[in-house]
């Protein structure tokens, strides 16, 4: 509790700004409505002027949605439904406003129903300051004083409420019996916050007699103030970010997230925190926000770690900390910012060990912890010359955890056609095309500059080596015909070329043994050209026949049959492909990926990307097949029919080339989808077939021979089986609050905080509890089966997550999954959160595996989620550690 009594004190102290008064009490000013003879003016509108100490004119506009009424001397003028009045810089709207005009005084309420339910409270707004709702108020048109009952008003995340308030001419304000609260709820069922005695509210600064804690309406005089001053701004403010401390059963005792806040500009803002360990351990980060509206907006995330080995003796090899690094980026332009352009960027990336090391940060996040992949990617598109050509351009990384390898791409673009173009026909062409008119023309650019290797040596300058520069070039022709108006007919010649920076030469080394491969640099380029055709059609059949409400089966199959062919580009007039001529005759070990040994030669390509193939004339072939089931309605009156897709995509392709000296025909790859339950459990499957036999070499490598497996009775080997599968259900309430929260994103009325709080929701929607959705269940399920001819391998995994609504305000989610390899369950969480509208409290779980902890939230909500109840899941601790 002493936590929680520093951090709110420390809340109060700065995010108390720039706000007038207190939230509202149910509290009221009785009026008595004198009841001299009056008349009803029929006009709703209109405006009166008085004649202040000074001298000067001021008017009153004002208006009523009901009736505007006047005392008998016309001095008094009552407003009921509704009423709005405008004088100088105030505006006021309540359900009933009396003005007068001898007094220069006005009295605002609001008025209760039939149902005696207090509606139409007073709203007034005064200048650039802050709408404040209030249950009544009075004040002096003269003085320019006035005085409100039951006030209510918003500070940033908070609210304050008072039971009366009062401002001056100055416009310095005055409160009495204070409370400032995290609750937007009228009378807070769950307050926890500061009570406030008396205070004053300046434009820069806010001062407070005797202030206290109050929980539950108790109050907790021991945490008393006698008096308080702190400074506040119409704007962003920099301040101190006060830490928390906690346990960490390998680094020590932490202080976490301590720093300073930087507001720099209505458009920047952010926070350097920092966490230092008791064992030598630390983290520091940087965290900037950026945002302008109807233009763009992002964050920027830099955190390095140093992490020391507890269980390691002082000065040896062992005790030296690991060093740790990670870059967050997120950046998105808004559509209409620049239309034809776009630019867009999503980048994590990092040294591997990061969230092991430093426990995701120090936050023990879940998705991070079991995360083992990485990528990113900066990507700018836009169209030229009055949208002729389009050109687009983009930065990728992907990075393999486990491996510790990474790939990356610095950087690719495209230029090309924005879409294809007939040479040969007309513009003032009239009836249809000719077949010659039908051909089409296209061409693009593209480029590339690589690196694959070792995440340790991306930024050495072995790793500078490695990168390849690729310049491509593609002219596609095309043409397509309709034949006897069932078949669809395609054709095609294409033209390909490379430029490379880069090519390398091989050489046997007697003396090792060992083939050594040299860069080359310099400038060379490499081309090849093919040509082909295609036919397919659609078949279909329906199969009719009735088993309860199935009628008929209906197959769809799409044939393709296609003919390509390209010449022998390893042939020495090309110039593509270099020959060993002095390899020991026989020692096959020394075959390239590309071209075999024959005799004591190996034929090997130039070029690391791009080279073209041997002679290939290859006949194409693939079918494609949907399934359908026609379900007769369950109405007795009703004909009617609908589908019922049973599988929604079955697909086998490959091709047999009559010019390979063996193994002609390729492998027979094969795909499908299906859906399950009403579409809810979704299936994708695929694999490889193999028609020939393997044989087992000396140094054990199998290798596919030129004789088929139908000699042995087999049709052909399975290589490779992939099967995945992921569902939810009760997807469609998670779906509908997604569609609602992607319309409220962009909504100029919330605040940046609102709208980050939205875009974190629609990215990471596992990381939050609905408390609208009683349960909701989400799993998934890969499998994974290869076969090389010597020994098979299989790998399956299953995880899933979701939650349960004990009651309306109590809520238990998990997150699970099982190694079927390991047979072991994976890392295991449980949470029990409580619905406290403005307040999250929870409680996490970890029974087994390497974070085993539990821990105990209790933190402010976000105004946007009190309006959605959700709650943010919560995050784990290291093992055997504990945090209140």
């Known amino acids: 509790m002493r936590h929680l009594f520093i951090f709110s004190l420390l809340f109060v102290a700065f995010n108390l700004k720039a706000q007038n008064a207190p939230r509202r009490v149910n509290t009221t000013v009785s009026d008595t409505i004198r009841t001299d003879s009056i008349t009803t003016d029929s006009a709703k509108t209109d405006s009166v002027k008085l004649k202040t100490a000074t001298g000067l004119n001021s008017e009153i506009k004002y208006t009523a949605e009901d009736s505007i009424k006047f005392s008998v001397d016309g001095s008094t003028i009552y407003l009921y439904g509704k009423a709005r009045i405008y004088y100088e810089e105030l505006e006021l709207d309540a359900d009933y406003i009396r003005i007068e005009q001898k007094t220069k005084m006005l009295f605002a309420a609001g008025r209760k129903d039939k149902n005696q339910i207090y509606r139409g409270r007073p709203i007034f707004k005064q200048g650039s300051d802050a709408p404040v709702n209030t249950d009544s108020l009075i004040f002096n048109f003269e003085t320019k004083k006035g ?108 202080m976490q997230g301590i720093g300073w806040y930087f507001g720099i500009n209505d458009y920047w803002d952010a926070d350097v925190t920092g966490t230092l360990y008791s064992k030598g351990s630390y983290d520091i980060g940087v965290i900037g926000r950026y945002k302008k509206n109807y233009k763009y907006n992002g964050s920027v995330n830099l955190r390095y770690a140093s992490t020391k080995n507890p269980n390691a003796i002082e000065g040896t090899p062992e005790n030296s900390a690991t060093k740790d690094f990670r870059i967050t980026w997120t950046h998105s332009q808004d559509q209409a910012a620049r239309p034809g352009s776009n630019f867009s960027a999503n980048v994590d990336f990092g040294t591997s060990g990061y969230n092991r090391n430093t426990a995701a940060g120090g936050t023990y996040n879940y998705g991070s912890l079991v995360q083992n992949t990485m990528s990113s990617g ?137 083939v050594r491969t040299d860069t080359v640099n310099g400038f060379a380029r490499i081309y090849n050209y093919s040509m082909g055709g295609s036919f397919s059609t659609k078949v279909y059949g329906i199969f009719k026949f009735k088993k309860g409400n199935l009628v008929a089966l209906r197959h769809v199959m799409t044939p393709n049959v296609g003919f390509s062919y390209s010449p022998d580009f390893t042939s020495s007039r090309f110039g593509f492909y270099n020959t060993i001529t002095n390899l020991p005759t026989g020692n096959s070990q020394f075959a390239d990926s590309i071209r075999t040994v024959y005799a004591n030669q190996m034929q090997y390509s130039r070029f690391l990307t791009g080279s073209g193939g041997g002679r290939s004339a290859s006949i194409n072939f693939s079918l494609q097949n949907t399934i359908d089931a026609k379900k007769k309605s369950t109405s007795d009156t009703s004909t009617a029919t609908q589908n019922v897709p049973i599988i929604q995509g079955l697909n086998f392709s490959g091709n047999y080339n009559f010019a390979a000296d063996s193994l ?41 021979i030129n004789q088929f497996t139908l000699e042995d009775g087999k049709l052909a080997r399975l290589t490779n089986l992939r099967l995945s599968t992921d569902f939810s259900f009760n997807s469609s309430a998670l779906q509908k609050r997604n569609e609602e929260l992607r319309k409220k994103q962009d909504d100029p009325n919330l605040t940046p905080s609102q709208q980050q709080d939205i875009r974190s929701i629609l990215m990471n929607p596992n990381y939050y509890v609905d408390f609208n959705v009683p349960w909701n269940f989400s799993a998934s399920y890969s499998f994974n089966y290869s076969n090389d001819g010597i020994r098979s391998t299989i790998s399956n995994t299953l995880n899933f997550n979701g939650d349960f609504s004990l009651t309306q305000k109590w809520k238990i989610s ?23 509208h403005c307040w999250d409290f929870t409680v996490g779980w970890t029974p087994f595996g390497l974070y085993k902890s539990y821990n105990i939230n209790l933190r402010v909500r976000a105004s946007v989620l009190q309006d959605l109840k959700l709650t943010r899941r919560s995050t784990m601790l290291s093992p055997y550690s504990t945090s209140y």
């Open 664 to 704: 002609k025909l390729s492998t027979i790859n094969f795909d499908g989808r299906t859906a399950l339950f009403k579409q809810k459990i979704g299936i994708s499957f695929g694999g490889t077939f193999d028609p020939y036999k393997v044989a087992i070499s000396k140094y054990g490598t199998a290798t596919r």
């Open 378 to 514: 900066i990507n700018y598109s836009t169209s030229l010359f009055d949208g002729l050509f389009s050109f687009s351009s983009s930065l990728r990384h992907s990075q393999d955890l486990t491996n510790k390898t990474v790939s990356l791409t610095l950087p690719s673009f495209n230029l090309g056609l924005a879409q294809q173009f007939n040479p040969f026909d007309s513009k003032n062409r009239t009836g249809e095309q000719k077949w010659y008119q039908r051909i089409a023309l296209n061409y693009s650019m593209s480029g590339d500059n690589s690196f694959s290797g070792l995440e340790n040596q991306v930024f050495k300058k072995e790793g500078l080596k490695k990168y390849t520069t690729n310049i491509q070039h593609s002219i596609p022709i095309s043409m397509s015909l309709n034949v006897m108006k069932v078949l669809q007919f395609s054709t095609n010649v294409n033209y390909n070329e490379s430029w490379v920076l880069k090519t390398i030469n091989k050489t046997y080394d007697q003396n090792l043994g060992t």
């Open 147 to 254: 005085k409100a009952f039951g006030t209510a008003t918003s500070a940033d995340e908070g609210y304050i409420q008072a039971r009366q308030f009062k401002k001056n001419e100055f416009n310095e304000g005055f409160l009495k019996d204070g409370i400032y609260s995290t609750c937007s709820l009228p009378e807070p069922y769950t307050h926890f916050g500061i009570h406030i005695h008396k205070g004053i509210i300046t434009e820069k600064q806010v001062m407070a007699k005797s202030a206290y804690l109050e929980i539950e309406h108790i109050p907790i005089y021991f945490a008393y103030l006698p008096f308080g001053f702190f400074p506040k701004t119409n704007k962003r403010s920099s301040g101190f970010r006060f830490p928390t401390f906690g346990d960490d059963a390998s680094r020590g005792f932490y």
């Open 814 to 836: 998990f997150n699970s999954g099982y190694d079927f390899r390991q047979k072991e369950i994976a890392t295991t969480q449980f949470n029990i959160s409580r619905d406290l």
